[in-house]
């Protein structure tokens, strides 16, 4: 991986990085080694020491109080350049120590003793050694302890990285590993651009079906086949490392001018299958994704959690593959710490209020109706946009619980307004969601008898129409409340999905003309003619229309001229808080009560 290193050099970096990271659990064995060979030896002091090519660190010691010097003036040096035990019976007699700095100052070392620490591969990581400062002579048969001791050290070492480091199932690296290995990348102070890639072979719920199904033997069996198919058929080049990361799930560390990106690999692994036992092979949906970065630039962790986002991001929207990016993560937690904020918000009931738009009748220019929109004063962002937050929250339990708030709201307004010369109905948006909720009509009809106002001051509008049509729930749901007496709206017709056909589909009292049909009807005679003919069906169909958004007077006469009954907009009146809206009102309706 550390490609401006050979190989010998990146073997040796990597395993003593490792040693010198401290672990508690590994260094308190070190400590046992080190105590053993004093007692087993006779030696006071011992000590296991890490060399690299600047500085000795003592991991372990007993009875010797050196944790660090350079490498330049460590005992342990002569070991480990010589590859061979060094003995000094008495420092004071050995030129080479006579006046060295540890020998003449603290910790005043009269004896030494010391064997390397080499691993299997060869490469010598520290020493172990003894020391006193009393001078001592080591006689062969000591020298044979020292050097099995050492032995016995590096076994446990090496089976210590194993069991760490390694993924028991398929024998691959482990996410521990990767985090090391981008940690001593940087450590390393390399500055090539790489990248991570990550593929995920088979999504968790179904790995727990198959086990809780077939056992864990076959499925264990699956991910070593895996573990033995990617490398066969991704041809990964020398350097670039093929990792386990999670159940069925794997990663590749790879320079950023890899071929090995994550659309290269989705294509490279498309429908490929594993075996889960003889005679059985299970036909894999893989999803990818990729992180590039520089070492150093962000933590290892955080490299690994960028190509998890970018990976997840993938699985939920059925990408083949998936590339990080740092201006849609930003936005992701944006949003999300904005949902956090809405769910306080209801919560708390703080922040949240409605405004209600008049809708007003075209042939006696009274208002005839309110529609309730949400809006959202937040603590620090200010004045918040519906469009801002309401998609968002279409995405999560929360549009239900802003729903049932609006409701709430609404309902209270007509409770508190009940006989009274403004009161006029309301209609409040609900998504498809929530009116295909069992029992969400008859739980709606006992809020409005509760409150003691009658069902038909409610209207339900909406807006997915496809979706609708879609659900045969969707379709009982609006029937149901229409059938306890609310009144049906159909939001934007004219835009997007409006097919005259659905119209005798649904069970609709009243369909809202979107502002796309008639923000021309002063200036455009085919937005006229549209205009009228979709009015005149409309009416035909014994429908009311209403038409929204609403601005000149223009408009308005050629909407009366059409036979449209019902209009809104800001030529009346924009979106009012409840104490400017009962003003309106009273000012509007003071020739007598509606």
Known sequence: MLNNLNGDDERRIRA??????????????LKKFVRLASQALGIPGSFISVLDDEFQTVRASHNFDLKRSTREDSLCRHVVDSDSAVIVP?????????????ITGAPFIRFYAGVPLKNREGIILGTLCVTDTEPHLFAGDQVTTLTLLS????????AWHSAGFADPVTGLPNRQRLIRDLQYLAVAGDTTPRRLVLIDCIDMARAYELARTMGMGPVESLLKDMATLLPLRLRPAVGEMLYTVATGRFAILTRADSRLSAAWVAGRLEGISADMEEGLSVALTTHTSEADFIAGSVPAAEVVRRAVSALNEAVARGLPSHRFDIEAETQRSE????????????????GLYLVYQP??????????????????????????????FIPLAEQTDLLSSLTAWIIDQAVERLRRLRNNCIQLPLTVNVSVRDF???????SLESKMAKSKVPTALLGIECLETERILESPTALRGLEMLRERGFSISLDDFGSGYSNISYLRRMPLDVIKLD??????????????????SIIAMLKELDYTVLAEGVECPDTVTS?????????????YSKPLNEPSLDHWLHWKLREGCH
């Open 151 to 158: 032995t016995l050290v590096m076994s446990f070492l090496e």
């Open 90 to 102: 008495d420092t004071y007699h050995d030129a080479r120590f006579v006046t060295h700095p540890l």
């Open 559 to 571: 909407l009366t001229e059409y036979g449209c009954d019902q209009a809104q907009g800001y030529f």
């Open 335 to 350: 949003d999300f710490l904005l949902m956090s904020d809405l769910k306080t918000a209801l919560r708390d009931n703080a």
């Open 359 to 388: 809708k007003i009748c075209l042939h006696s220019g009274k208002p005839v109706g309110l529609e309730a929109l949400i809006r959202w004063q937040h603590p620090t962002r200010g004045e918040l946009s519906p469009a801002t």
């Open 436 to 442: 295909s909720r069992e029992g969400f009509a008859a």
């Open 16 to 29: 003593l990085q490792a040693l010198k990271n401290p672990d508690e659990s590994r260094d308190d064995v």
């Open 515 to 532: 502002r796309s049909l008639i923000s021309e009807l002063s200036s455009d005679t085919a937005s006229r003619i549209i205009a009228r």
